[in-house]
């Protein structure tokens, strides 16, 4: 598999680069809201945007957690991420809030 990189945090957002293969293999498009259902939380990605860089693929922006709250990412890489994707530990038919 491509390398893929770590989470990236900008301010007070951080997101994932999602490789472009993983979201044809996904069936999922940059137009797509993805919701992610992780372990201990879900997550609304807003909007993919390409990203370029020494990674290739999309940049999925997302909220942080409110003070306290879990961070379902925590210091998990992308090619983590990507496993529990393909896991299957994942739900764009649900609209799950933190």
């Known amino acids: ?7 990236i945090r900008i301010g007070n957002s951080h997101g ?7 979201l044809k293999q996904l069936s999922w498009t940059a137009e797509d809201e993805i919701q992610l259902i992780m ?11 390409p990203y370029t860089g020494p990674y290739t693929g999309f940049f999925a922006d997302m909220p942080r957690p409110e ?4 961070d379902p990412w925590g210091d998990k890489s992308t090619d983590e991420i990507v496993e529990e994707l393909r896991s299957g530990r994942y739900d764009r038919s649900k609209n799950l809030d933190w």
């Open 16 to 22: 994932v680069i999602i490789p472009a293969s993983l």
């Open 39 to 49: 372990y201990d939380g879900s997550i609304t990605l807003k909007k993919l945007e």
């Open 67 to 70: 003070q306290g709250e879990p």
């Open 1 to 7: 598999m491509e390398k893929t990189g770590k989470i």
